[in-house]
């Protein structure tokens, strides 16, 4: 939105990423609780920032900041816009319903997963709900494929020759890393030189790191924590996965592991299946099978060209249809049509 030349200004809680990263960027930021119990009050203060700012446009994310963004921005006149990524279902309740329908203004969502129950749930009109894809920054340049992995090897303090796949994704328990640490260990006698490594963090730690003790292949197994630059990860690693068992909307990570050109395999959740389609983009198992998961596995390290053929087709999908850009334009164009 900046870089079209559009004004931005940002209302969170001080203590959030989005507030300090937002302000390290040198946006303009107002501290907002956006608490159960500051919600009035948060409202108020919202009003009043709007009457003074004079936004066209109000966008909000989650349920307690939606209350109050929704209601200052109809009050103040403002066009306002409800963000949805996350296909958690929304309870079609008088208040859901009085939100979504008469203080939001349109709704945009990541994917049709979280559309279609918008639609038939709330009763809200199809031309009022939009999907627009989530999108990646690409970086500048990759690491080369082999330098990333001797990297990662290094790293690690493994033998040069080891090979990787692995998980980016904060550690929680429907993200489905139990899931890929049990298929991994199904398989690892087969491949002695692979490695399973999570890039993440999250309150999932402390029991992920159980689940890996009770593994034969434990010592294979890495969490190694946050990393800031996930690029060179994912050019190490030969396959990126994400098998989620609920709670997904349109991965960033997956979209990043395609441009990298890294083979990947998502569970049926979702929005997932929207971006990897099965056999041409990447492979897709159900949620919560560890076997399957293991065939997708020795499938992808087992058939190269395979494997090949599905990255050549990700990379140009995410180039074409999945960049910032392409998704900052999209909005914008939502939002022009809100005010004319």
Known sequence: ????????????????????????????????????????????????????????????????????GLVAGKIAGVRT?????????VAPNFFNKLLYRKFSDHVITTGECIRQPLIHDLGLRPEKVTVVATGIKPPLSLPERNSARLALSTKLNLPPHSRFIGCVAVLRSWKGQNILMEAFDQ???????????????????????????KLASKSRIHLIGHQSDPWPWFCAFEIALLVSTRFEGIPQSLLQAMFAKTAVIGSD?????????????????PGGNSARLAEALVRVLSNPLLANEMVDRAYQMVHSRHTLERMGHSVSNIFKRLLS
């Open 81 to 89: 816009v409800r963000y949805r990524h996350i296909s958690t279902p």
């Open 1 to 68: 939105m900046r870089e079209q030349g559009h004004r931005v200004l940002i209302a969170a809680p001080r203590h959030s990423s989005i507030y300090q990263r937002a302000e390290a960027a040198q946006f303009e930021v107002r501290h907002f609780s956006f608490t159960q119990q500051s919600k009035i009050f948060d409202t108020f203060r919202l009003l009043a920032f709007l009457r003074q700012a004079k936004p066209q446009i109000i966008g909000t994310h989650s349920s307690t900041d939606s209350w109050a």
């Open 269 to 285: 959740i979702g929005g997932i299946p929207e971006i990897v389609l099965n056999g041409q983009t990447g492979l897709i198992v």
């Open 187 to 213: 398989i690892a006698s087969r491949y002695p030189d692979l490695h399973l490594v999570f890039v993440g963090e999250g309150l999932g730690r402390e029991w992920l790191t159980g689940v890996r003790e």
